[in-house]
């Protein structure tokens, strides 16, 4: 069974060079990373183990919270 769950990555307003990552349709999956990437990796564990104990303790696994996504990268303007 293939699952897909948004996840929201930012940096920490408090803490600059921390970067915070959460899935929101999983209550109590998010982690930090020094860069961006490395909260994604985090996240992702923190997820692989909460879905891991959710299945040994019979609960719930909460569906997919989306099917696709449109990604695009947008230039910066140029300074004048």
């Keep these: 069974m293939k699952l897909r769950y ?6 920490d307003p408090e803490e600059p060079g921390v ?4 899935m ?3 209550a ?4 930090d990373g020094d860069r ?3 909260a ?7 997820l692989e183990g909460m ?3 959710m299945r040994k303790w019979g609960e719930p696994i909460p569906p997919s919270d989306f099917e ?3 990604e695009l990268e947008i230039p910066e303007p140029h300074a004048a």
Excluded at 6 to 11: A, G, K
């Design 36 to 38: 961006r990437e490395e």
């Design 19 to 22: 970067w915070l990552a959460r």
């Design 6 to 11: 948004r996840v929201e990555v930012f940096e």
């Design 40 to 46: 994604l990796s985090n996240v992702q564990e923190a």
């Design 51 to 53: 879905l891991e104990a």
């Design 68 to 70: 696709d996504f449109v």
């Design 24 to 26: 929101p349709s999983v």
């Design 28 to 31: 109590g999956v998010f982690s």
